[in-house]
């Protein structure tokens, strides 16, 4: 009798080591191991995935690169709404997940897969993320999740795998790191706590550039298309390289508190100094390049799209409405920003663009107006405070 077959998403992590082996040395499964590529890992990496998938013992690995997929639909959507989670958090694993649930899905019914399965825990969000979108992409496809099911520690996953023979650096695996071109994710046992914070050595990136310097990031219409004068087209890349040039600042560090979708406080570490700079470049272009309106209904659905994206929504309708009204909301969204860049921190300094509205005829604040006289200042006062006027008129009567 043929095995069964199950397709696993693999990340090369304890969790996700722990399944492979399980799943095909106590059930007796075949495992084919998929690794859904966000823009976190480069070719060296993913060759040392495969390898390590092949070791534990999966039948057949697959990488499926989906970071431009990512960018194009969520990405770009997050920059445009200025997402933070709790005004923290650019939602960086939280987004990726949706990607890599609808990558692994595909693949496992292009293989006729009978199972799909993946490593989350049963007190986190990810396991939301990922049934929610195998139940609605492919109902007829059972889910198996050993890692949830069994209530698993790390500490027994370790030592699981060191009696089935798997060698690998355990103590390198005591922090949860998921890395995707919008930030990299650390969990650890300081996350579990409310007064701890991670040590200096979690982050995978380290501070070693203490000379400070200034930078320049371009936008049209607002997605990132330059940084320091050098145009790009490809959208990734430049992620890529302002994260190559600010990351070494150590910038873009927190810790990320919120509510989860299953209704429990969470706590992760986090660094991402690129979605850090291009969230707080452009919200700081659009000030200068957005009416008053435009900036707080845009406000109102952005704040709405993160939370949703961040609980395993994304695939409800109205998610393409709210991106309708984020598309249209940046067509003046060009211009160029310069940003400081300091060892631990950054300031933006300022906007070049031929859309800044305080480039006006119409006055300078705080100085000189030019398109209107003082007396229409004094008859616009005048009747603006017209319904307050009334009200404590009114009070005052009845207090007599």
């Not at 399944?19 to 060296?44: H, M």
């Not at 049934?131 to 999740?145: K, M, N, R, S, V």
């Not at 508190?257 to 660094?271: A, L, P």
Request: proline share 2%.
């Amino acid at each position: 009798m043929a095995k069964k077959k199950v397709v696993l998403a693999f990340s090369g992590g304890l969790d996700t080591s722990f399944c492979v082996k399980y799943l095909s040395e106590e059930c007796g499964y075949d495992v084919y191991t998929a690794i859904a590529n966000t823009g976190g890992f480069n070719q060296e990496e993913l060759k040392s995935i495969e390898e390590r998938a092949y070791k534990l013992g999966a039948v057949k690995h697959a990488s499926l690169d989906i970071t431009q997929e990512y960018y194009q639909k969520s990405i770009k959507y997050m920059v445009f709404g200025n997402i933070l989670r709790n005004g923290t958090y650019p939602i960086s694993v939280s987004s990726e997940r949706i990607f890599q649930a609808i990558a692994i899905i595909n693949y496992a019914k292009e293989i006729g897969a009978d199972y799909v399965a993946h490593g989350s825990t049963g007190a986190g969000n990810d396991q939301v993320r990922f049934d929610l979108t195998f139940q609605i992409l492919a109902p007829e496809i059972g889910i198996i999740t050993p890692t949830r099911d069994m209530t698993l520690t790390r500490e027994y996953e370790i030592e699981y795998l060191k009696k089935h023979g798997y060698t690998a650096d355990f103590k390198k695996m005591e922090y949860s790191i998921n890395k995707g071109l919008w930030g990299t994710s650390i969990g650890g046992k300081e996350t579990l706590k409310s007064n701890q914070t991670l040590p200096e050595a979690a982050y995978p990136s380290q501070m070693t550039a203490t000379q400070s310097q200034t930078i320049t990031i371009d936008f049209v219409n607002g997605e990132i298309a330059g940084i320091n004068g050098t145009a790009y087209d490809n959208k990734v890349t430049a992620i890529q390289d302002l994260e190559a040039i600010a990351a070494p600042y150590a910038i873009g560090r927190d810790m990320h508190i919120g509510d989860t979708i299953i209704g429990i406080k969470g706590r992760v570490g986090f660094e991402a100094a690129a979605p850090m700079l291009i969230i707080a470049a452009h919200k700081m272009l659009e000030k200068h390049t957005l009416t008053k309106w435009q900036q707080y209904w845009k406000d109102q659905v952005g704040t709405w799209y993160g939370m949703f994206l961040h609980e395993a929504q994304y695939l409800e309708p109205v998610m393409r409405d709210i991106e309708a009204f984020l598309d249209s909301s940046q067509q003046n969204v060009t211009g160029r920003v310069i940003i400081e860049l300091h060892p631990y921190r950054y300031v933006l300094v300022g906007i070049e663009s031929d859309y800044d509205l305080m480039k006006s005829d119409f006055g300078e604040y705080g100085e000189v107006n030019k398109a209107w006289s003082a007396d229409d200042v004094k008859g616009f006062t005048k009747i603006l405070g017209n319904q307050m006027k009334i009200f404590y008129s009114i009070q005052n009567k009845n207090k007599k």
